[in-house]
C-alpha cells in the first residue's frame, strides 16, 4: 500500500531564472518547467504548506524564516531587467517555525530565526510553476554552512514528523552542478559526466538504510566532485532523503540541459 504520509521531493530549479526569459537553445528548460507545473497535481495532493530547503541559503547553525510575508531575493546575476521584476507573493509560515525549530533542537542541533532575508531564486523561481497562485504558505529553512552530509541527513530525520501534519518537504537543489561544466554546454553528455547521475539514480531507489549511508558518502561516488565541485546543490536531497524515513526514493523526472544530466527525485507518496 502506498504510505498516508506525504511524499518528499528533490527538485531541480535551474540556472537563475531561466523559466522566465529566453533561452538557447530555446527549449533548453521546457521538459524542467513541466515537469514543476505538473509536480503537486502529479502527487495527487494538496499540502497545507511548504519547507523549502534551497540551495541559496547557508547559515552557521539551521535557520528558519520566520516573516508572515517574505519578499523576493534576486540573488542572481547578470539576466534580463523583467527577471527582477518577477513577484511570487507567497505567504510565509511562521506558526509553523516554532514546531519546527522544536524538531530541529530534539535532534541535538541548534538553530536560529531570520526575519529580513526573502525568498532566493531557489525557492521563488521554481515554486513559481509549481504553485502559480502562491497561495499556501511557504518556510524556508537554511543548509548549514558547514555542508556535513550526516548532519542533513539527521536534519531530515528530525523534520520527519511533518509529513503527517500536511507539510511538504521540498529540497530546492540540482542533481549536477558544475557551472563551468554546464556553461560549457556539451553537445551530448559523456560517460564521465553521466558517472554520478547514474549512481544518484540507483542510490535514490536502495533500501533505505543503504540509501542514506551511501548518500553520507557521496563524495566517494563515481565523478562526484565533477558533478559537485561544492556540495550546496545536493544537500537538498539529504535532507528530504532523510525526512523520507522507510519510504523508497524514485526518478520522478529526468532530462539533460546544458549538457548534463538533471534529475528530480520523489520518496514515498501514492504508488
Sequence with gaps: ????????????????????????????????????????????????????????????????????????????????????ELQWPAPGAPELAGPVAQLIEQAGFATAIEQQRGFDHGVFVPLKLVCPQADIPVLQLSLRADMDAAAHLALGQ????????????IGSGMSFHNIPLMRANLALPTPVVTA?????????????????????????????????????????????????????????FHTVAMGVPLAGYVFGGRE
Design 1 to 84: 500500500m502506498a504510505s498516508e504520509l506525504l511524499p518528499t521531493v528533490f527538485l531541480p530549479h535551474g540556472a537563475g531564472p531561466c523559466f522566465f526569459m529566453p533561452w538557447q537553445p530555446a527549449d533548453t528548460w521546457d521538459a524542467t518547467a513541466h515537469w514543476l507545473r505538473e509536480l503537486l497535481p502529479t502527487l495527487g495532493i494538496r499540502p497545507q504548506a511548504l519547507l523549502v530547503i534551497s540551495a541559496h541559503w547557508e547559515e552557521s547553525v539551521f535557520t528558519l524564516n520566520t516573516q508572515a510575508a517574505p519578499g523576493l531575493l534576486y540573488d542572481y546575476y547578470g539576466f534580463p531587467p523583467h527577471t527582477y
Design 158 to 169: 528530525a523534520l520527519a514528523p511533518l509529513r503527517e501534519q500536511g507539510v511538504l518537504i
Design 196 to 252: 554520478f547521475d547514474q549512481w544518484l539514480t540507483e542510490t535514490v531507489g536502495l533500501p533505505p538504510s543503504e540509501r542514506n549511508q551511501a548518500l553520507q558518502d557521496w563524495t566517494e561516488a563515481p565523478g562526484a566532485r565533477l558533478a559537485h565541485p561544492d556540495a550546496e546543490h545536493l544537500l537538498p536531497l539529504h535532507v528530504v532523503a532523510g525526512a523520507a524515513g522507510s519510504d523508497r526514493g524514485a526518478t520522478a
